[in-house]
């Protein structure tokens, strides 16, 4: 079991930057993925940015160069800085933590963070 919390949403111009955190209740070195959602009212939910247990990261293609996740493995958080932010980046903005196990693998969500970027 792995309880997430996000924190760090709010409403910000276009331009602008947000940092998210997301605050792990196990060792990130017991997750094999923290992983950042988003999803937009009537929409898929879609992967922005991950973070392996090794280091290794990925994000998407059109948040490359504005975004960035990094860890803190002492605190148990991720974060997503969030630069040059556009108003297509407005979302409720999700955790998530997949553990491996014999069988496959386990996904864990937080509540979501709103960002809302006006124009």
């Known amino acids: 079991q792995v309880q997430l919390v996000e924190s760090g949403g709010g409403l910000v111009q276009a331009g602008g930057s947000l940092r998210l955190s997301c605050v792990a209740s196990?060792?990130?070195?017991?997750?094999?993925?923290m992983v950042w959602y988003r999803q937009a009212p009537g929409n898929e939910r879609e992967l922005v940015a991950g973070?392996?247990?090794?280091?290794?990261?990925n994000y998407a293609d059109y948040v490359k160069g504005r975004f960035t996740i990094s860890r803190d493995n002492a605190k148990n958080t991720v974060y997503l800085q969030m630069n040059s932010l556009k108003p297509e980046d407005t979302a409720v903005y999700y955790c998530?933590?997949?553990?491996?196990?014999?069988?496959?693998?386990?996904?864990?969500w937080g509540q979501g963070t709103q960002v809302t970027v006006s124009s």
């Open positions: 998530n933590a997949r553990r491996a196990y014999s069988g496959g693998s386990l996904n864990y």
């Open positions: 196990a060792s990130l070195f017991s997750i094999n993925d």
């Open positions: 973070i392996a247990r090794g280091g290794y990261t």
